[in-house]
């Protein structure tokens, strides 16, 4: 039991990141290997703040989780809710806010089965399109053959390096990898191996953070600065 609890406190000082005196609190656990203290007295005295510091925890991650979604202007087929964005492994799809009890969601796509990007033309105006080529993604101009403007697919959020105008953009390496980097390359070489989502990290501030994705723990998201995880999404 001692030493279970002992674990537990310990794993609860790592979570909440909290810092307690060193010194003090190996004192108290002297006192509890050497049987002056009842273990729960302990557990009380410092439950209390662990319990604050892992509620503020959970605080954080819904505000990540609620600005990782964002409502639109189209209902939901089965219950007529208002749909709300959300990033998943394939980038954004819609999905209904009642989930789980209903479980409706779409790809952002329309009937044709394009994809429509948030992005014009610069040469004719039209509407771009997401398409799929050898070499990865691309934004094509939606009048080709007409048009034949492309450009790299920005993923609609901007380069997170500091007094730069460029776009975060979908590139593939040399070997066939997915990774994200700046449509201003070569004059910016941001670059990241996971898709970025524009949300500040609650913790440093960090202006974005990336999309991860283990078999064990499903999608959460992380921040590539002070590492901290937040909501799955
Ligand atoms: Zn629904
Ligand atoms: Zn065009
Ligand atoms: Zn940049
Ligand atoms: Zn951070």
Redesign the pocket.
Known sequence: MKSRFIALILLVITLGGIQIAGAQMEQELDKVEGGDFKWQAVVGDFYAPFKEALDHIDEKKDGVRASLQEEVDVQCDKCGRNLIKKWGRNGQFLACPAYPDCRFSRPLEDEAGAIHLDAKCPKCDANLILKTGRYGRFAACERYPDCKHTESYAIGIDCPREKCAGKVVEKVSKRGKVFYGCSKYPDCDWASWDKPVSVE??????PY?VQKSTKSRGEFVK??????EFAEV
């Not at 990290?201 to 960090?206: A, E, M, S, V």
């Open positions: 990290c609650p913790t440093c501030k960090n953070l921040c590539p600065e002070c590492k901290e």
